[in-house]
T-cell receptor, first 115, second 109 residues
Framework: KAGVTQTPRYLIKTRGQQVTLSCSPISGHRSVSWYQQTPGQGLQFLFEYFSETQRNKGNFPGRFSGRQFSNSRSEMNVSTLELGDSALYLC??????????????FGPGTRLTVL | KNEVEQSPQNLTAQEGEFITINCSYSVGISALHWLQQHPGGGIVSLFMLSSGKKKHGRLIATINIQEKHSSLHITASHPRDSAVYICAVRSWDTDKLIFGTGTRLQVFP
C-alpha cells in the first residue's frame, strides 16, 4: 500500500505570496491532519479533517486554511506569507479520528522557505 | 510551563546500552504517542498508548496515567536508533495533539 504523499516536497516563496500544499492519504484512510514544524516552536497542530469536515483547528491565524476532498485528499493554503511561515509542513493520515484515533502515518513533509 | 515535557533533551549512548526517554504531561489525555524522526524530517509513529505497556522489537513504551508520565525504553541500542524521539498527547479536553520538544539521541558504535 502506498504511503502518505505530499507535494511539492520543497517550495520557495516570497513574503506576501500565497501557497497551496497537497496531501494524499493512505488508501482507505479518512482522517488527515496537518502539522507545522519549526526549530523554535517544534511540532504544532494545524488542522484535522475527517470525511471532508474540519474536526479541529490549532491556534494559527486565519491566513492558514485547509480543506478535504471526497477522495480524502487534503490541501492547506497559507495566504500573505510571512518569514515566520518558513517551516516543514507535515501531513498525517489515519483510518478514523478523534477519541478513537489509531496510529497516524506521516508523509515526508513539504519544506517551505519564505524569502 | 509546557504541557508536555521530555527529558533529557539530548542523549548520547554507546552501542548496546539501555536507553530511557521520559515524557511528563499536565493535561488529561485520551492517548499518548511516541514518534521517531530521522534527519531529513520523516516521522514514524512508534507507539500509541492509553494504558499499560507496549513492546515492539527492542522498543518498550510504558505509561502511568495517575502520575501523568510515560517512558520509552530502547534495549541493546544501535547506531540506527539515532534520531529525535517525540512524545505527543491527545488532550481529552480539546482533542488536539500536543507535542513535546523531542529528545535527540545519538548512538555511537
Amino acid at each position: 500500500k502506498a504511503g502518505v504523499t505530499q507535494t511539492p516536497r520543497y517550495l520557495i516563496k516570497t513574503r506576501g505570496q500565497q501557497v497551496t500544499l497537497s496531501c494524499s492519504p493512505i488508501s482507505g484512510h479518512r482522517s488527515v491532519s496537518w502539522y507545522q514544524q519549526t526549530p523554535g516552536q517544534g511540532l504544532q497542530f494545524l488542522f484535522e479533517y475527517f470525511s471532508e469536515t474540519q474536526r479541529n483547528k490549532g491556534n494559527f491565524p486565519g491566513r492558514f486554511s485547509g480543506r478535504q476532498f471526497s477522495n480524502s485528499r487534503s490541501e492547506m493554503n497559507v495566504s500573505t506569507l510571512e518569514l515566520g511561515d518558513s517551516a516543514l509542513y507535515l501531513c498525517a493520515s489515519s483510518l478514523v479520528a478523534g477519541e478513537y484515533t489509531d496510529t497516524q502515518y506521516f508523509g515526508p513533509g513539504t519544506r517551505l522557505t519564505v524569502l | 510551563k509546557n504541557e508536555v515535557e521530555q527529558s533529557p533533551q539530548n542523549l548520547t549512548a554507546q552501542e548496546g546500552e539501555f536507553i530511557t526517554i521520559n515524557c511528563s504531561y499536565s493535561v488529561g489525555i485520551s492517548a499518548l504517542h511516541w514518534l521517531q524522526q530521522h534527519p531529513g524530517g520523516g516521522i514514524v509513529s512508534l507507539f500509541m498508548l492509553s494504558s499499560g505497556k507496549k513492546k515492539h522489537g527492542r522498543l518498550i513504551a510504558t505509561i502511568n496515567i495517575q502520575e501523568k508520565h510515560s517512558s520509552l525504553h530502547i534495549t541493546a541500542s544501535h547506531p540506527r536508533d539515532s534520531a529525535v524521539y517525540i512524545c505527543a498527547v491527545r488532550s481529552w479536553d480539546t482533542d488536539k495533539l500536543i507535542f513535546g520538544t523531542g529528545t535527540r539521541l545519538q548512538v555511537f558504535p
